[in-house]
């Protein structure tokens, strides 16, 4: 359990978000895997995506998962009915070919064979009122790749629960802070070109209907990646993330 005392003693000082992925996605790929997504999905994230308590981490970029949330396959995604009802670890892949092939598994399955995924870990960690969890991806062939997979899986699962905790309490004290000092200027900040895309619209004046319409994408998605650029700036008002991401050079007048 190396692994997992090495990540246990470096989220012990990991006060940022984008820190805490770079720390878990560093150990997991120094294990064999290439990947990893970790998701809150509280009762409303069908209708209000960015319903307090929602999250979506990953270290491969945030722009995959839109087209899966804008065209509602969500609310026909089996795996999260799966994650809901599981609490031990199974192979994510597995699951997806032996389920019906609904619209949302065939886009699972084709957005997995465009990224050579092989195997996966699905590590349910569930809260009440909230479906939570975790994906931890490997990539490649061969019978070591099997091994590393098969011999890893306990250790993927706690690290998976160590990290999902970290990953929520820094979600809690942002969305409880009203202090836009939280931000620190000399700190990287992570933001997509759909998050910038976003801001930079909002700097303009447009509601979040006028940004979905001009971005071809559903207003609940113009939420959720408002959301996420408010967590990661420190702020709760769309003027502060204005703000911050004119001064910070983010979004240009």
């Known amino acids: 359990m190396e692994h997992l005392k090495r990540l246990e003693q470096e989220l012990e000082t990991t006060q940022t978000e984008?820190?805490?992925?770079k720390v878990f996605s560093t150990i997991i790929k120094a294990m064999g895997y290439h990947g990893f997504d970790a998701y809150c999905l509280r009762s409303r994230i069908d209708d209000d995506p960015d319903y307090p308590g929602n999250f979506f981490l990953n270290?491969?970029?945030?722009e995959l998962p839109w087209s899966y949330l804008d065209d509602g396959w969500i609310k026909s995604d089996p795996t999260l009915v799966e994650i809901s009802l599981r609490?031990?670890?199974?192979?994510?892949?597995?699951?997806?070919?032996?389920?019906?092939k609904n619209s949302s598994v065939k886009w699972q399955l084709g957005a997995l064979a465009l990224q050579n995924v092989k195997q996966a870990w699905c590590v349910p960690l569930n809260v009440t009122g909230a479906i939570r969890g975790m994906t931890v991806y490997m990539r490649g062939n061969g019978e070591d790749r099997t091994r590393i997979f098969r011999e890893t899986g306990s250790e993927i699962q706690l690290m998976c629960s160590t990290f999902i905790d970290r990953a929520s309490r820094l979600q809690s004290n942002t969305e409880n802070s009203e202090d836009q000092n939280n931000h620190r200027s000399d700190t990287p900040i992570e933001i997509t070109m759909r998050e910038a895309d976003c801001l930079r619209l909002a700097a303009r004046g447009n509601t979040n209907s006028e940004i979905a319409q001009l971005l071809s994408v559903s207003e609940n998605t113009v939420r959720f990646h408002l959301k996420n650029i408010f967590r990661k700036l420190g702020v709760t008002t769309r003027a502060n993330a204005v703000s911050i991401g004119l001064k910070s050079g983010i979004i240009e007048n």
């Open 59 to 62: 270290d491969y970029g945030l």
């Open 87 to 100: 609490s031990q670890p199974f192979e994510y892949l597995d699951f997806l070919r032996k389920v019906q």
């Open 18 to 21: 984008a820190k805490l992925k």
